[in-house]
Each structure stands twice: as structure tokens, then as C-alpha cells.
């Protein structure tokens, strides 16, 4: 859930009233122990203590993509992490947090010597009107997108020139071995899918359970043969699939599955 905050919206009000744009100009991630991503944000919710900051850091880009809609995008390069966070805000240039996203728990893979990291994009868009005069953005989603949509196009390619491409699961299946599995799968009925052992560190997996599947006939699983898979709420050798559209993600760091 995401929500501009009652003091985001006073900064921004004030200002309007003085003539003067606010500048959003840093994103905040952070982690909570506890926090629920599905809860409504508390609209007078407090600034992160300092323990639970993961990365603060200048906004990469800003876009309008109209009038009253704002997108803010941060990228963050393999170097960075690792960590894990379930809370993103936005931050104006006087300090004020002005809107706040919980998230689920995501995890930052940094480079080391042992695996490539990973480049993670999180966007953050703001509604209300006038928007884009009120935050000083004109800069068109076409002129913001360009690096990014290059990036990803290319990324899209070569993971399918390499075999990476999207299964549709119907039945129980064990992935294939590393270089020849699937980077997104989507459960069409109940299955069992079996992960390979052999994957490497940074391998990443995104899970969906379609919204046709009968959730009372049967359970959506993806499991390990020996091992445990790390989740929030403790480890197991198997991971019930329990809520339909919405992507699960399963990465290997430093040995261990984890699914967020």
C-alpha cells in the first residue's frame, strides 16, 4: 500500500499557497520487522529509526506522466546491498517525509565474489492534482524511460537467447538444471514444482499463481528436495502458495533459497 502522508500533504499545500514548488528529491528504503505490505499506510507515520534505514539516497529520475501524475524512479547498481527491506518513502529536500509504500520483504543483491548482484528499479507515483506543477516535474515519461526501457529490452533479450523464458505450469515439474530454467513461472492448476539444487548464487525465480486456479482444489508449491527455503515466517523444504496474482519471488544467496 502507498500513501502521501498528512504532513507531505501540508508541506506541499503551504507551498502551493506561497507559490513555490516542492522538491522531492531522495528515496528512503527501509526494513520493519512485522510490518504487513496489505495494511494501509498510517497517513501520520513516523520517519524510519536509524537502525531500520537500508539506503537513503538521491531520487534517480522524475518523470509527469500528466498533469496530475508524478512517477519518481531509483535505480540501484549491483555494488549496492546486500539488504532486505518492506518500506520505501520519498523525501522532499527540507527533510519532510511526504509519502511512504510498504512493500514485500525484497531483497538487494550486492556483487561480491561470489555472484553478480543485481540492478533493482523501484518507481513511486504520486496522484493528486496538478501534480507535476506543484513538484516541479516536466520532464516526459518518453525522455525519463529511455535509459531504462534500453536496459531492459536488452536484459528481456538476452535472458531468452539464453533460454530464460516463461513456463506455464500444469503439473507437478522439476526445473531443469542451471542455464535452461524458466525466470518467471505461473501456476495455471495445483502443482508441486521442484527446484534444482544446483542453481547458482543470485539465481532468481518470480512465481505466480494464475487468478483461474481453484485454490480449494489443491495447492500451488514449490519445494526443495533436501534443504529449507527462507521465508519471513521461518524455513521449510516446502512453500505454500497461498494468494493468486501476486508474484513470489525466489532467489539463491550465498547457498540459501529465500522467497519473499
Not at 34 to 58: F, H, Q, W
Not at 170 to 197: C, I, Q, W
Request: a negative charge.
Amino acid at each position: 500500500m502507498a500513501e502521501i502522508l498528512n504532513r507531505g500533504m501540508m508541506l506541499i499545500t503551504q507551498n502551493l499557497a506561497l507559490n513555490v514548488a516542492t522538491h522531492i528529491d531522495k528515496m528512503v528504503l527501509a526494513y520493519k520487522p512485522g510490518l504487513n505490505y496489505t495494511d494501509p499506510v498510517n497517513p501520520d507515520e513516523p520517519d524510519p529509526a536509524l537502525g531500520e534505514i537500508k539506503y537513503r539516497g538521491p531520487v534517480t529520475k522524475a518523470a509527469a506522466i500528466s498533469p496530475d501524475k508524478v512517477v519518481y524512479s531509483l535505480l540501484l547498481e549491483p555494488t549496492v546491498g546486500p539488504f532486505t527491506f518492506n518500506w520505501m518513502g520519498l523525501e522532499a529536500s527540507d527533510g519532510t517525509l511526504v509519502a511512504v509504500s510498504y512493500l514485500p520483504d525484497t531483497v538487494k543483491v550486492a556483487k561480491d565474489a561470489n555472484q553478480p548482484g543485481d540492478t533493482l528499479i523501484r518507481n513511486f507515483i504520486l496522484a493528486f492534482a496538478r501534480a507535476s506543477a506543484a513538484l516541479d516535474v516536466t520532464i516526459t515519461p518518453e525522455t525519463w524511460q529511455f535509459d531504462f526501457t534500453d536496459y531492459i529490452n536488452t536484459a528481456i533479450s538476452d535472458g531468452l537467447r539464453a533460454g530464460f523464458s516463461a513456463s506455464a505450469i500444469t503439473a507437478d515439474s522439476s526445473l531443469p538444471a542451471n542455464g535452461k530454467y524458466p525466470s518467471h513461472l505461473r501456476f495455471m492448476k495445483p502443482a508441486v514444482v521442484t527446484l534444482d539444487e544446483t542453481w547458482a548464487d543470485g539465481s532468481r525465480l518470480g512465481v505466480i499463481v494464475d487468478h483461474s486456479v481453484d485454490m480449494a482444489a489443491g495447492d500451488c508449491i514449490v519445494q526443495l528436495t533436501s534443504g529449507t527455503i527462507s521465508t519471513s515466517a521461518g524455513a521449510d523444504r516446502q512453500i505454500r502458495l497461498r494468494q493468486a496474482s501476486r508474484e513470489f519471488i525466489f532467489e539463491k544467496i550465498a547457498g540459501q533459497w529465500r522467497a519473499a
